[in-house]
C-alpha cells in the first residue's frame, strides 16, 4: 500500500469515507433462482450467478465520489463482510453533547499528560520511541468514564481523527490510517476493553504496541472489570502507559457533582447524605429532587433502594455479554 486516497460516499445511509473505490457491483443474497435474476435484470441491465448469489452491474451513479481530505471528528469503523456492496469504511459520528461536570483533582492529571503527549513529539522522534499514548480507565459502572472522555475529546482533542471501536482494526486498517492521516493526531478507543481481550488477544496486543499498532495516536480504553485483564495488559507501560481509577466520587468531588445538578450550593448533610454514591446516582438523586420534589436523603435512600433490588433479583450473572460503561 504505497499511497492512501480517500473516497467520499453520500448514500441514502448518509456520509462515510473509505481508501476503496467502490467495485462496480452489488449483491443479492439470495439461492440464485430464476425470480431473483429476473429481480436484479429489472434493477439492471445485466446480472449473473456467482457462488450462488445474484451479482448485478452498479454504476453508483446515485451516489457522489471524490478524492476528499478526511476531516478531523469521530468515526465508527465498519469492516466489509463476504457479500457486502460497499468497501471497508469510516462513518462520521456525533459525540454527545452532555455536559460534563468537570472534577479538577480527577480529570486535570489526565488533561496534563496529554498535553505532554501531544507537545513533544521531536522528543519521542530523536530518541527512537514510537509515539503513541495509552490510557486505561477503569472503575465501577456509572463513575463517568465515558462521559469524560468525550468531554477530552470535546475540548483537548478537537482536531484529532477519533475512532471508536468495535473489535481490533484489521492490519490493513492500521496501514491506510498511518498512510492517509500521517502527520495527525488519531485517538483510537475502547469501551469496556475486555470485550476486545475475550474476542482476540494475540491480535489486541499486536495493535497495541506491536506489528499492525498505529503512529502518531492515543488509545483510551475504559473497563468495569480491572481484575479480569490480563497482567501483561495492564503491567506494560507500553500498551498502557497510564492507569486511572475512576470510583466514587470523595465528598469535595461530591459538592461539586451536587453544586452542578441541583443548581445551588448543597449543604453539608445533603454531601454526607451522597455518601457512597456513585456520579450516576448522584445526577438521578438531584433529579428526583427537581421532578418529585424529593429532598436529597429521601432521594439518596430511594437509589439505595433500588441497588439493594438489583443485588437481589439480579445477583447470579447471566451469558448476555459485556456491557459498556454508558455513563
Known amino acids: 500500500m504505497k499511497e492512501v486516497k480517500w473516497y467520499k460516499y453520500e448514500t441514502n445511509d448518509g456520509i462515510y469515507y473509505t481508501w476503496k473505490p467502490r467495485s462496480g457491483q452489488k449483491w443479492f443474497h439470495t439461492d440464485g433462482s430464476k425470480e431473483a435474476v429476473e429481480l436484479a435484470n429489472s434493477l439492471s441491465s445485466s446480472a449473473h450467478i456467482y457462488l450462488g448469489h445474484v451479482v448485478k452491474d452498479d454504476n453508483f451513479k446515485e451516489h457522489k465520489e471524490a478524492t476528499s481530505d478526511f476531516p478531523s471528528g469521530a468515526y465508527r469503523i465498519i469492516q466489509a463482510h463476504y457479500g457486502d456492496d460497499a468497501p471497508d469504511r469510516f462513518v462520521p459520528l456525533d459525540i454527545r453533547d452532555d455536559k460534563y461536570?468537570?472534577?479538577?483533582?480527577?480529570?486535570?492529571?489526565?488533561?496534563?499528560?496529554?498535553?505532554?503527549?501531544?507537545?513533544?513529539?521531536?522528543?519521542?522522534?530523536?530518541?527512537?520511541?514510537?509515539?503513541?499514548?495509552?490510557?486505561?480507565?477503569?472503575?465501577?459502572?456509572?463513575?463517568?468514564?465515558?462521559?469524560?472522555?468525550?468531554?477530552?475529546?470535546?475540548?483537548?482533542?478537537?482536531?484529532?481523527?477519533?475512532?471508536?471501536?468495535?473489535?481490533?482494526?484489521?492490519?490493513?486498517?492500521?496501514?491506510?490510517?498511518?498512510?492517509?492521516?500521517?502527520?495527525?493526531?488519531?485517538?483510537?478507543?475502547?469501551?469496556?476493553?475486555?470485550?476486545?481481550?475475550?474476542?482476540?488477544?494475540?491480535?489486541?496486543?499486536?495493535?497495541?504496541?506491536?506489528?499492525?499498532?498505529?503512529?502518531?495516536?492515543?488509545?483510551?480504553?475504559?473497563?468495569?472489570?480491572?481484575?479480569?485483564?490480563?497482567?501483561?495488559?495492564?503491567?506494560?507501560?507500553?500498551?498502557?502507559?497510564?492507569?486511572?481509577?475512576?470510583?466514587?466520587?470523595?465528598?469535595?468531588?461530591?459538592?461539586?457533582?451536587?453544586?452542578?445538578?441541583?443548581?445551588?450550593?448543597?449543604?453539608?448533610?445533603?454531601?454526607?447524605?451522597t455518601r457512597g454514591l456513585s456520579t450516576a446516582a448522584i445526577k438521578e438523586v438531584c433529579l428526583l429532587f427537581h421532578l418529585q420534589n424529593l429532598q436529597i436523603p429521601d432521594a439518596a435512600k430511594k437509589l439505595r433502594d433500588h441497588t439493594q433490588l438489583v443485588k437481589n433479583d439480579f445477583a447470579e450473572p447471566r451469558s448476555l455479554g459485556i456491557h459498556r460503561d454508558d455513563d
Open 101 to 273: 461536570t468537570r472534577i479538577e483533582s480527577l480529570v486535570n492529571p489526565i488533561i496534563n499528560d496529554l498535553s505532554l503527549f501531544v507537545g513533544n513529539e521531536s522528543l519521542y522522534r530523536n530518541i527512537g520511541a514510537h509515539y503513541k499514548r495509552g490510557i486505561l480507565l477503569y472503575g465501577p459502572p456509572g463513575e463517568g468514564k465515558s462521559a469524560l472522555i468525550r468531554d477530552l475529546l470535546r475540548n483537548e482533542l478537537r482536531d484529532a481523527v477519533t475512532f471508536f471501536l468495535d473489535g481490533v482494526p484489521s492490519a490493513e486498517f492500521v496501514r491506510a490510517i498511518n498512510l492517509g492521516l500521517k502527520g495527525r493526531l488519531k485517538v483510537f478507543i475502547f469501551e469496556e476493553i475486555l470485550s476486545a481481550v475475550d474476542r482476540n488477544f494475540d491480535k489486541l496486543l499486536r495493535f497495541l504496541d506491536g506489528e499492525i499498532s498505529s503512529d502518531n495516536a492515543i488509545i483510551f480504553a475504559t473497563t468495569n472489570y480491572p481484575e479480569k485483564l490480563p497482567q501483561n495488559i495492564v503491567d506494560r507501560p507500553s500498551r498502557f502507559d497510564k492507569i486511572y481509577k475512576i470510583g466514587d466520587p470523595d465528598p469535595t468531588q461530591r459538592a461539586a457533582l451536587l453544586k452542578h445538578y441541583l443548581m445551588r450550593e448543597p449543604n453539608e448533610a445533603e454531601v454526607e447524605q
